[in-house]
Each structure stands twice: as C-alpha cells, then as structure tokens.
DNA sequence: TAGTAACCGAGACGGTACGTCAAGTCTTGCA
DNA sequence: TGCAAGACTTGACGTACCGTCTCGGTTACTA
C-alpha cells in the first residue's frame, strides 16, 4: 500500500521511505503518541530531519501512514452465512481499536486534522471508506439473502458498530470481548425493523 | 462546580481561578486546541504562568476542567414519557459533541490520558459518570414503566449513543440531525429484545 | 563595562549575562570565529540558547560585546613627553589587534555589519570612538606642545596608524613589532609637514 | 587568469567554471556575501552543486577566485613622472577595496583562512603578491629617479596605503576621495626622511 | 561512426545549526 | 511572607545548507 500522506513524486518512492514508517510504529508503541516526535523518529530511524520532512509535510500526516499500514480493511469472505459474516465485520473492527496505539492516536489524530478538510478527507480515504466499503459488501449481501432489512441504513450500521467499540476503548475502558461483538451483530440480525430506513432518514 | 482537575487546596480556591477558566475557554473558542497553550491562557486572563501551574499539573488538567464547566450533565425530568426522555438524553449528548472545541479536544484529551490511570479516572469521573448517571436514571423509570426491557444493559446503550455521536463529529463527520436522535432512541425503545441483558454480558 | 550590544533591559541585567561572554571569548579563542555557533556557546556557558536569543539578536552582536570587553581603550597619561605617548597609543593599538581573536573575528565582524548601518553605528561606538578620542587626546597634546603641526588630520593619523596594524595583521601576516610601532610614530613626529591640515582635507 | 582556489586539473578546466564564477559574483552583488551559498551559486550559474565542488574545495575557495577576477592588479606605465605613478598605484588600490564585494568578502575571507595556512599563501598570491610587485615596480623606479629615498621601505609603504584605504573602507566608513589618495602618496614623496630604511627595521 | 569516458544536471541523503516557541521550574520583588 | 511576574533550562519545532552520494543523460574524444 502506497502512503497516503507522503507528499513525494508519484509512489515507490525514495528508499528510506519504509524504514521511516517502521520507525514511526516503533516510537508510537514504545513511547505513546504524544511521545512521537519528528526527532525521536529520525533518530529512531537512523535518518536525517529533513529525509521525513521532505516526505511528509507534518507529524500527523507521518503517522496517518504509519498506522495506515497496520489497519486491516480486507475484503469480507462470503461465507454463506449473514451472521458470520457480520461477526467477522465487527471483530476486524475491535481489532483495529484494540491495537493501543490505533486507539490513542487515531482519535488525536482526526481531532489534529478536523481543521483541515483536505487532509480530512485524506484521512477519511485511508481509515474509513477502505474497510466501509468491504463491510457494505457484506451487510448487502445479508439483505439479498433477507437475512436483513431491505431498507437497511448501512452507514449508520458502521457508524453504531466503530463508534462504539472506539468510545469503549477510549473513553470508558469496558472490555472488547466476544460479547460485545455478538450484541453489535444482533443489534442488526435480530429483528424486524432493528434499524431505521434509508428512505426515513433522507426524509429528516 | 469545583474543578476536577485542580490540584489546589480543598476547593473554592483562589480568586483567579475562574478567570483562567475562562480565559482557557476564550482561547480555545478562539484559536482551537493545538493553539491552547498555556502561556496563552496567562497571557488572555492576565495572569503569571505559574498562577496556573500552582493549581493544574498540566496543560491537559486545566482543558479538561475547563471543557468540564460546558459540559451538559443535567438531570433528565421525570416526563412520564419514556421516548421524550430518552430524546432529552441523547439531544443532550448531541449537544455536548456538537461543539467543536469538546468533540476535538475530548478524544485529544482522553488519549494522552490513557497511559495515566489516574488522570483518566478523574477524567470519567468528570466527563462520563455524572451525565451517564442522570441518563440511567431516565432509563430505568423507562424499564420500571414497563417500556424498555427488564434486561436492557443500560451501559451498553450510553456506549452506543455516546461512541455514535462522536464518531460521526469526529471521523466521518457526518451530521448529527433529529433523525440520528431519533434513531437511536428507537433503537432502544422499539422491539424487544432489541439489546441484550446485563446477563448475558456477564457471562462472556 | 554594560554590553553595547545586548538588547537587553537597562544594565546590569540578568545573572547569566556575564557567563555567557566569557564562554563566547572561550570559544572564540578554542575554535575559532568560523566555528563560533549560539549553540556551542550555550553549551559552553551551560545556558539554553534561547537565553542568549533573550539577550542579543544575533551571533555578531554576541562576538561584538565580547570583544569589546576585552578591546583595550584607556587613557593615554600625559607624560610630557609626545613621542611617549604617541607610542603608548600605537603600542596599545597593537596590543588589541596582536590577539588572535580580535585580528580574525574584527574585520568579519565590520563586513558582516557594514549592511546594517544601525549596528555599525553601535560597534564603530563599542570599537572605535572611546579609544579613538583617548588618542586625539594625546595628539592634541603634542600639538599644544608644539611637537607636532597645528594642522595635524588626527582621524586620518589613527586611520593610518590602525589600518596598518590590522592590515599586516590579517593580510600580508608582516611581523607587529617594536620597529613598526616606532615607524608609526616617526611617521608624524619626524618632519613637518608629515601630514597634511584638515583644511587642505575638507578643501577637497 | 586561471582559478587561483580551484582544485581541478590543471587548467584550461570544464566548461561551466566561468559560469559559476560569474553566478557567484552575481550573488555576491546581490545579496552579499552571507547570503552566498553554494546552492544559490549553483542554482544561479544552472549548475548541480557537486559541478562546483569539482572543482572548489569550499565556499571560501570559491569566492576568493571570483574576486580575484575582479581584482585589479596592472602594471603601472612608466610615465617618467614619480608623483603621478604613485598617485595610479593608490588609485587601483582605493578602486579595488571601493567595491563594496571585495571590502566586505576580503576581510572575512581572510579572517577565515587565517587558521588555514595553506590557503592563506594562495590568497596573498591572489590579493596582495601580484599587486604589490606591479607597485614596487614603481617605487623602485622612483628610487631610482632620486625622488624617493633609497632606502625607503617598500613593504611597509604598501602596507601603509592597503591598510588605511581598507580600514576607512571597512571600519570607519570615512571617505575614500582623492584627498586621501593624494595624502597617501605625500606620505611618501614629501620629504627625507619620511619612512625609515629598511636596515632599521631589519635590525629590529 | 560508434563507443566510451569524463563531465554534467538533478536532487536524495545524513547531518548541523539556525532562530522560534512553549513547557515546566526557579528566583526575585512587591504587597 | 506568600503570590505574581518573568527569567531560566530544556527540548522540539520546521528551515536552510552543508558536503557526499548516486543516478541518468549529454558531450566530445578516441578507435
């Protein structure tokens, strides 16, 4: 996956552009997000300032790529199966937040470009719409199996799912078992009409 | 409301305190988090640096007192209508996330908490426990007037609410109309068995 | 002496100031003026470096005030005798010059300010007048004693006077020895008309 | 005149050695002699900056050869007319030290490599040998006619006249009219015995 | 006329120092 | 004598150049 936020010529790029990312990672578990400076990355790195600043215009955009490479967005396999599917939705979701880094950084991070609607959108492109759309996938093929409402309201379905685990996570610190997940999935499986129509939200 | 984060003697304290306050919150207002620095707080409530280090330990400590004196945690009525209390409930934390200082400093704020056990105690104390109990109070004369389930886990609902408001602020940015308030308060109050019983969580 | 060129509040000034001119001169004599950096010098003096920025605006203000404490610039007794005390100047003159510091660092310094007439001003002050006038002050005295001519051009003898000092000092590396200290004085005491009046000068 | 500074091989040399050179003494007349790096050399003359140092050991080096091009160092025409060739022989020197380059870039050049002895005979090669023989020319001519003293210390008379014209130039910021010039050959052709012999000094 | 080697432009690289800023601590002077 | 002002050390910021280096590409000389 090429970086999203790296500023440099087209892709590929220079060569010292993953031990970079490498030690970006390193620095973030080992001394926290706040913790992470240009400086202690470069040293981390064996680099010079200037190689990172002459690749990524800022801290925030260095991590966004750093994290980028560790968050998992991959397809959902059609199992068959609409529960198992979602399930596997929900748990690649606890996953991502589970990861002590994701969870403190990407919050500080989407606070740090808030103000910034191009790097936003960047930052929307790497860390949402990627997994969003493999999960659509399968929240789809639920409803063409009627194992879901046809009226089903899809975004506001991840909007439920990720934003609860990350206010766990972050906010609460209530655990991300096996239980949470199956109620997530429930909270769409179980019954009729669970979650508000499309059409009814469009009509607000 | 006594500050949460000052380190002082007892309370009631010394006569600048407010003025810092408030000065934090101009600042804030005014120029954002990231530029919320603690000389800038002096410097607008007219104030020596160590005025404030004598009653926060940090930067983080006066934000979080400061977000704390605009943060809605007021009692829900007893309305004697379950859907328009939950309503108030969940209007009153859209109401909290809408603000953009709160929604971009709050998760800023609880990540670089985390790593502090302490801090981050005193941060739920003053961010989550006060408001949420007002909000389960709501939810179980709900429960007792027979409109929502026995067995509803009411921390999970707050967690879906809450967690659903932010994330929407914060990361997809999607808006946060009546219909969203809506929503998720029938996600509660329509079917049974909609959300799954303490029980059932405990025995992950 | 209070630094000429320290931007500092009055006088007298903070307790670090002094500290921080003698780990300038430290380095200047160690490594030379090329290799004279704000940085070695707060290491030097154990100071941050923004201490020094609090205090003078740039490197060649430092170096300015640190030369000029050591710049000699003392009345020239009167001796009763002119040939003396021209040679007391002209010894004095060497004196300043002869230091490895003063020769290398004074003429980098002159051309780094030439384009800033304020600071010049301020180091043609700090390095010129005070000594100069103790100088025309001896002149002056030959001139009522009758040793030297009325019409004596006093500023173009110490240019002379000075000018070959630094040259041979800092160009052709000629030896400053007792022998040019003596034909520098002859040079004025020895014949009339010697120099030319400062009329014939301003008739130019 | 081939590169005095430059390393290269032999001479004769590449194609864009002139180039470069008249890019630095474009930059050096237009933003001076801090500003003159090699990067803004090597950008101005449309040049890679490892062409320039090819062929220029530093910074030092480089400016040192572009003076030197301007440098004016003729022959002074036997005009059979004492006064009159030493008048031409103080004129090129106050031509030279007038342009504003050459009196701010030679101190600090030399000042500069007064720790590097190697360089320092290469730069009096440049600056001061090729010079002074042309002049010494004319005074031993003038010994010759009677006009001067025989025994007239040829060294010192230049150093004399160098040293004035570049410290009114550099340090006192006093004008360099033709009265000066004409006060600096007086000194010399005025009277017996103005300057003292070189057996005086050698017996120092 | 082609092959080859020196020379060149471009610019990435590991670094050093810049001058600025804010953090958090310590000192001083006033009330 | 206790607090406000602000000088202090520290350390990261983001920038500018340093001098080294690898890349292709282009001259221009040899074979």
Redesign the pocket.
């Known amino acids: 996956m090429a970086p999203v936020f790296s500023s440099g ?1 087209a892709a590929g790029g ?4 993953s ?1 970079i990312l490498d030690a970006a990672r390193d620095v973030l578990s080992a001394q926290g997000y706040p913790a992470l ?4 990355v470069a040293a981390a ?7 990172i ?3 990524w215009p ?2 925030e955009a260095l991590v966004a790529d750093a994290l980028a490479e560790i968050f998992r967005a991959e397809e959902i396999p059609d199992l068959g199966d609409t529960h198992a599917e979602l399930r596997h939705a929900v748990d690649m979701t606890i996953d991502n937040y589970a990861n002590e880094d994701m969870a403190t950084s990407l919050p500080a991070l989407a606070g740090g470009l808030l103000p910034h609607p191009e790097l936003m959108t960047r930052f929307r492109e790497a860390f949402l719409y990627r997994k969003r759309e493999n999960i659509a996938a399968a929240l789809r093929r639920g409803i063409q199996r009627g194992d879901l409402p046809h009226d089903l309201d899809i975004d506001l379905v991840q909007d439920i799912w990720a934003g609860t685990i990350l206010y766990r996570r972050l906010m609460t610190g209530a655990p991300l078992g096996t239980d949470l997940a199956e109620h997530l999935v429930q909270l769409v499986t179980d019954t009729p009409p669970l979650l508000p129509t499309k059409k009814q939200e469009c009509a607000q």
């Open positions: 010529p220079p060569r010292s552009l031990k400076t240009i400086e202690a790195a064996g680099v010079g300032k200037s190689t600043y002459r690749w800022s801290k």
